[in-house]
């Protein structure tokens, strides 16, 4: 085995950092979608009208049951040609990355949603509370604050998912590393570095996220 | 007493859980005038929990009314299609639940002034001004800034009471609201309740506590089977029970005490 040495992956950070800005990039937008779209999907799923809910729980399965990868590389070949669009690779991966986890977050929310005990309903009643008061100060914040662990969990897991992008071509720190590794032959050090910048930033952001989770259990 | 018009009506109400597939309670009429304090006691299933909800309008009924000072506010006739509810009459009452309601995301003052604020168009200044009030009286005011999760269950529902009465309901119902509580935190809420009663605050209870029942009564209701089998003073009601129902309820709650 030849010697082990660094010394390139560093020589070559500015390669590594375009591709850690492509992927911080889909990171960010997916999530912006999933957080956003997420929550009125979850909207659709509570709504007291049944076509609307199983119009829901179909979005859901179909991103749930199928694997992200083929996902991806559906939406990259056949988006293009049905809807006879060209957008470029970034934006079709934050597109997906996005709508997939806009399913997952969706869940969060109908679940949170849900979790919050019926008496609170009958509270805000007896209270006089109108259902855009008790949405809005009652229920909302309740169900955001019993979802952040799990919309967390998912923004690290969107993070790492984008890694999956790579394989149809948009050049993100994955993608950079692989052609890092066929350039300079030096697989271990390529990769190995890709995986120590994936690993130290889904750390830092977790623990970020659980220091925000121990101070909301104040008020559990 | 007679001349006045009756405080609170319940007119042959009917209402059951699951498509009419089992019905609670069964053409129950009861009048109260506002020096009344309503004990209903009886046993599970019996319907007293459920008239409760009626009567604060949580439930869809099936038939019969309910009115607040002459005015109906729930009511459904044969034919309609749903309950119709009066919000307004309906916001003159104040109601506390068994299980612990504080939303636990607000302090307890935060708790207090929202439904004045969002809903009532009080200032916050002011009402904030009135909870620092209520809080002192009830011993509560260390309190008004904490969460909810930092309060014993005794004192969640001493709030959750503070709450309803930052309202200034006209009729308060409290349904087994120290029925969760460990038996140590059971008589400060008692206490408050009883406090209330002796200040002239109509109200509706229902609860287990046949000594509670018996100190704040003015009236207690015997409910079983949906309907009301007896409804008399509490001493003639605990001492001299007409219903053979009634006999066998109390002697079986004394006994098991």
């Known amino acids: 085995m030849q010697d082990l040495d660094f010394y390139f992956a560093f020589a070559s950070g500015h390669q590594l950092l375009d591709g850690l800005k492509v992927t911080l990039y889909l990171t960010f937008w997916s999530n912006v979608i999933g957080l956003t779209c997420g929550f009125l999907l979850a909207m659709v799923g509570v709504s007291p009208i049944r076509p609307l809910r199983w119009l829901y729980t179909c979005y859901i399965e179909i991103f749930r049951c199928t694997p992200i990868l083929l996902q991806i590389v559906w939406f990259f070949f056949c988006v293009p040609i049905l809807f006879n669009v060209y957008w470029s690779g970034e934006f079709l991966g934050l597109l997906i990355l996005g709508l997939n986890l806009t399913a997952f977050n969706a869940e969060a929310y109908r679940a949170s949603i849900q979790a919050i005990p019926p008496a609170h309903h009958d509270a805000a009643i007896a209270l006089g509370l109108g259902s855009r008061v008790t949405a809005l100060h009652v229920i909302m914040p309740q169900a955001a604050l019993n979802a952040m662990p799990v919309l967390v969990t998912n923004a690290i897991g969107a993070f790492q998912q984008s890694a999956l992008v790579a394989l149809v071509g948009v050049a993100d720190l994955m993608y950079q590393g692989k052609l890092l590794s066929t350039q300079t032959y030096r697989p271990i050090e390529a990769y190995t570095s890709v995986a120590i910048i994936y690993l130290v930033i889904s750390v830092v952001f977790g623990q970020i996220a659980g220091f925000f989770e121990r101070r909301n259990e104040l008020y559990r | ?66 009115s607040l000072e002459g005015k109906p506010y729930v009511s459904r006739s044969a034919g309609d299609r749903q309950t119709t509810i009066d919000k307004t009459v309906r916001s003159s009452i104040g109601m506390v639940f068994q299980s612990y309601t504080l939303f636990p995301h607000l302090t307890v003052m935060q708790n207090l002034t929202l439904a004045p604020v969002k809903s009532r168009g009080v200032t916050k200044a002011v009402a904030i001004e009135r909870a620092r009030g209520l809080l002192e009286r009830f011993g509560l005011s260390a309190k008004a800034n904490e969460y909810p999760n930092r309060l014993s269950g005794g004192q969640k529902q001493r709030v959750a009471i503070a709450r309803a009465l930052m309202l200034d309901p006209k009729l308060m119902l409290f349904d087994e609201v120290t029925s969760a509580l460990d038996p140590e935190l059971v008589s400060e809420v008692e206490q408050m309740i009883i406090g209330l009663a002796e200040n002239g605050l109509p109200m509706m209870i229902v609860t287990h506590d046949m000594w509670f029942a018996r100190r704040v009564a003015t009236r207690v209701i015997f409910c079983a089977e949906g309907v009301i089998q007896e409804d008399a003073p509490p001493d003639e009601f605990f001492e001299n029970p007409k219903n053979k129902r009634t006999r066998d309820f109390i002697e079986n709650v004394l006994h098991a005490r």
């Open chain 2, 1 to 66: 007493m007679n001349s006045q018009q009756s405080f609170i009506e319940v007119n042959n109400l009917q209402k059951s859980y699951g498509q009419g597939l089992v019905q609670v309670i069964k053409g129950l009429s009861l009048s109260m005038n506002n020096k009344d304090r309503v004990v209903v006691i009886g046993p599970s299933g019996g319907g007293k929990s459920t008239l409760l909800r009626c009567v604060m309008g949580l439930e869809q009924i099936d038939s019969g009314s309910v």
